[in-house]
Structure formats: structure tokens, C-alpha cells
């Protein structure tokens, strides 16, 4: 499938509507499974790195970097198949999750949910984050 993901890329950026910082929003659920773990952000190097390495690539708002989901904590990300969404302004990444998605050291980042008239944590920590990140857990 990366094969031929890594063909059509230049066609999958010109669906792209970058937004006005060059991002574009990327939903990423488990292929198998259905569970949406994460909501992060892709430039078009990032695009173009995914779908060329088959590994997961995403643009950092608030490190203003490139990043490999897993380069820290070794939690990877490996994309099964790339979807853009009708208006092009979304992407939705469907990949096979090695470990936690979220940084907080749970399966995914939507972990709260109301419960008994407040915000309550439905999905326990997996993995401290100090384990996944050493000193420099976020």
C-alpha cells in the first residue's frame, strides 16, 4: 500500500488546502480497531515524508518542527492507508499505533469524557510519561 501512497503524492498535495500557516488537520484512528487516538497537525513535507516512508510525520505548532510520531517515546506510528476529506482541508490517517498515542502515556488522546455532571478520565495511563519521554516528559 505505501507503494502506492508514495506514487500518488504529488496528486494527494494538490487535493490539499493548506490553511494560511501551510496545515492541514489530520485525524488518526487505529486501522483495525476504529479508535481515534489523536488529532495533530501536517505541512506538506510532513505529508510528503508519510507517504513516501510509510512512517507517520507530523508539523509541530508549538515546537514549530517537523516530527516522527515515535522519535522520542518509540511509539510509533505505521500508516495503512491516507484519506482526504471532501473539502481537501482534512486528512484522515489510518495507521497501526505501537504503544500509547498520547503524550500523557494513554492509548489516545480523547481520554475525558462527561461523566456524573463533570469532566472525568475514561482511559487510565498506560505508560508514566516520564517513561516515555525521560526528563523531558511534557
Not at 494527494?12 to 479508535?35: K, P, R, Y
Not at 489523536?38 to 505541512?43: E, G, H, K, R, T
Not at 469532566?119 to 516515555?132: C, G, H, M, R, Y
Request: aromatic content about 8%; overall charge negative; glycine content about 8%.
Amino acid at each position: 500500500m505505501s507503494e502506492d501512497m508514495a506514487r500518488a503524492a504529488g496528486e494527494i498535495l494538490g487535493a490539499l488546502d493548506f490553511d494560511a500557516n501551510g496545515l492541514v488537520s489530520a485525524v488518526v484512528q487505529q486501522h483495525d480497531t476504529g479508535e481515534v487516538l489523536m488529532l495533530a497537525w501536517m505541512n506538506r513535507e510532513a505529508v510528503k515524508r508519510t507517504l513516501e516512508s510509510g512512517d507517520v510525520w507530523y508539523w509541530s505548532r508549538s515546537r514549530e518542527k517537523l516530527w516522527r510520531k515515535g522519535e522520542t517515546s518509540r511509539q510509533t506510528q505505521t500508516l495503512v492507508d491516507f484519506r482526504v476529506d471532501c473539502d481537501g482541508d482534512a486528512v484522515l490517517l489510518l495507521v497501526d499505533q505501537t504503544g500509547v498515542a498520547c503524550h500523557t502515556g494513554r492509548r489516545s488522546c480523547f481520554y475525558r469524557a462527561p461523566r456524573d455532571g463533570k469532566l472525568t478520565d475514561i482511559i487510565a495511563v498506560t505508560v508514566e510519561p516520564k517513561e516515555l519521554y525521560g526528563g523531558d516528559a511534557p
